[in-house]
């Protein structure tokens, strides 16, 4: 199978030099490894460096350009420029040849990543957990050139622009919490492209949050893919079981002191428990929920993006916790470098694959130490650069678990940073044993 196309290299050629005008914005989109085709790759470049010198390209000006480089006999003289412009092929298609020129890139670039890590895997000396991490860092390479395109838009086209941004927040769709008292102060939400941050303490709530968070946007029919490093199916079927029948979390967990199995079966002694945890599961079902959980490296969660959008949509990715991702779990010596990598790739995979990545991330204990135990933007940032990529930091906080006293029922959820938003705190009801956030009455 070839890996090119010379028909559609002529065709972005062809397209730019006949009209430069609408075609000038593709320019800076396009890389000249696009090209397979060498005397193809030399047009571009002339093209390339007219519109960095703002001169309009057409063919004159392209065939001066390229005789002033002294590159115009290597590829075919005045006469295959000429050629191309007689193919007359529809400016207003550019868009999808650049597509297909790009498929291909991708396609050569992919296939030269397994040619060099066959090479290694060939290699005795190299352990496999070094294959494993030199393969996740080849092919975060590759994405992150394709994530990184940039956009230039000169004066003129910034009313067009600006109106195409403007209709596509309109007619695009606003995922919120599902919290009137939060969703109010949010200014994007969960928006896709972007990276959302939960943070707190153990037994703060994190994971709790998070759970009520899906089950309030699967009730709204979005696609979730929840990926639970530390946390078994089981584990977080009975948190999902629990906010959604009222049944305790202890209930669950201690289903052997009131169940048995016989030949396969479960023969509860209370069968209207089983009953509710029976129709509760099959709801559950009816969701856009996927799961994941298990050894989980930055790869698998690649897969598991792709195998989804396959055959469905995918709205959010929740990780619970980054800290239990293979690649920052297994890094002692330089961790802080190794989390800015990771948070870097999966920017990288909500941009490209326009999914919203929220992570899960465990404060270190210092937070302890202080009067005032509420986390700040302080404690993520000994962490790596989850205050840089994110858009939204949330914490979670239970002033409870500090002081007997109180009766916990009450948690902070607090938007500690949202670009283009304000900071706030909303105190919410908290029931320990269901794990179900809930707003106060009348709100």
Same mark, same amino acid.
């Given at each position: 199978m070839k890996l090119y196309s010379q028909e559609a290299e002529e065709a972005v050629l062809a397209s730019i030099i006949q009209d430069y005008q609408h075609s000038a914005e593709y320019i800076d989109k396009i890389k000249p490894e696009y090209f397979y085709s060498d005397q193809n790759m030399r047009i571009f470049l002339a093209i390339k460096s007219l519109h960095e010198e703002g001169i309009a390209v057409d063919l004159t000006t392209v065939v001066d350009k390229l005789n002033k480089q002294g590159v115009l006999s290597k590829i075919g003289g005045a006469y295959y420029v000429s050629s191309l412009v007689e193919l007359n092929p529809s400016p207003a298609m550019l868009g999808y040849y650049v597509g297909i020129l790009n498929e291909y890139y991708q396609r050569r670039k992919?296939?030269?990543? !397994? =040619?060099?890590?066959?090479? *290694?895997?060939?290699?005795?000396?190299?352990?496999? &957990?070094?294959?494993?991490?030199?393969?996740? /860092?080849?092919?975060?390479?590759?994405?992150?050139?394709?994530?990184?395109?940039?956009?230039?838009?000169?004066?003129?086209?910034?009313?067009?622009?600006?109106?195409?941004?403007?209709?596509?927040?309109?007619?695009?769709?606003?995922?919120?919490?599902?919290?009137?008292?939060?969703?109010?102060?949010?200014?994007?939400?969960?928006?896709?492209?972007?990276?959302?941050?939960?943070?707190?303490?153990?037994?703060?709530?994190?994971?709790?949050?998070? !759970? =009520?968070?899906?089950?309030? *946007?699967?009730?709204?029919?979005?696609?979730?893919? &929840?990926?639970?490093?530390?946390?078994?199916? /089981?584990?977080?079927?009975?948190?999902?079981?629990?906010?959604?029948?009222?049944?305790?979390?202890?209930?669950l967990g201690r289903i052997r002191e009131w169940a048995k199995v016989e030949d396969g079966k479960i023969i509860p002694e209370h069968p209207e428990k089983i009953k509710i945890i029976k129709e509760t599961t099959e709801q559950i079902q009816k969701w856009k929920l996927y799961f994941r959980s298990g050894v989980v490296n930055l790869a698998t969660i690649r897969s598991d993006i792709i195998r989804i959008l396959q055959h469905d949509r995918l709205d959010i990715v929740y990780i619970d916790l980054f800290d239990r991702i293979a690649e920052v779990r297994s890094e002692i010596r330089n961790k802080p470098q190794q989390i800015t990598k990771c948070i870097g790739y999966l920017?990288?995979?909500?941009?490209?694959?326009?999914?919203?990545?929220?992570?899960?991330?465990?404060?270190?204990?210092?937070?302890?130490?202080?009067?005032?135990?509420?986390?700040?933007?302080?404690?993520?940032?000994?962490?790596?650069?989850?205050?840089?990529?994110?858009?939204?930091?949330?914490?979670?906080?239970?002033?409870?678990?500090?002081?007997?006293?109180?009766?916990?029922?009450?948690?902070?959820?607090?938007?500690?940073?949202?670009?283009?938003?304000?900071?706030?705190s909303i105190e919410l009801n908290w029931d320990s044993e269901t794990l179900l956030i809930s707003e106060e009455e009348g709100f």
């Open positions: 992919l296939k030269s990543i !397994c =040619n060099d890590v066959t090479t *290694q895997v060939e290699q005795q000396d190299l352990n496999v &957990n070094l294959l494993k991490a030199n393969l996740v /860092d080849s092919v975060l390479s590759l994405e992150q050139t394709e994530a990184h395109n940039g956009e230039f838009i000169p004066p003129e086209q910034i009313v067009k622009r600006r109106k195409e941004g403007l209709i596509q927040r309109i007619k695009g769709f606003y995922i919120g919490t599902g919290y009137e008292e939060i969703d109010k102060y949010l200014t994007y939400g969960f928006a896709p492209g972007q990276i959302s941050v939960i943070c707190g303490r153990p037994r703060s709530g994190k994971s709790a949050f998070k !759970c =009520n968070l899906i089950r309030n *946007q699967c009730s709204k029919g979005y696609s979730i893919l &929840n990926v639970t490093p530390e946390m078994g199916f /089981d584990s977080e079927m009975d948190r999902f079981t629990a906010l959604e029948s009222g049944l305790s979390i202890m209930e920017d990288n995979l909500a941009k490209i694959y326009n999914v919203h990545m929220c992570l899960l991330v465990q404060l270190r204990r210092d937070v302890e130490k202080r009067a005032d135990k509420r986390p700040t933007l302080a404690d993520l940032k000994e962490s790596g650069s989850f205050e840089e990529e994110a858009w939204t930091i949330f914490s979670t906080y239970r002033e409870a678990l500090y002081n007997n006293v109180l009766q916990d029922n009450k948690i902070e959820i607090s938007i500690l940073k949202q670009r283009q938003g304000p900071a706030k």
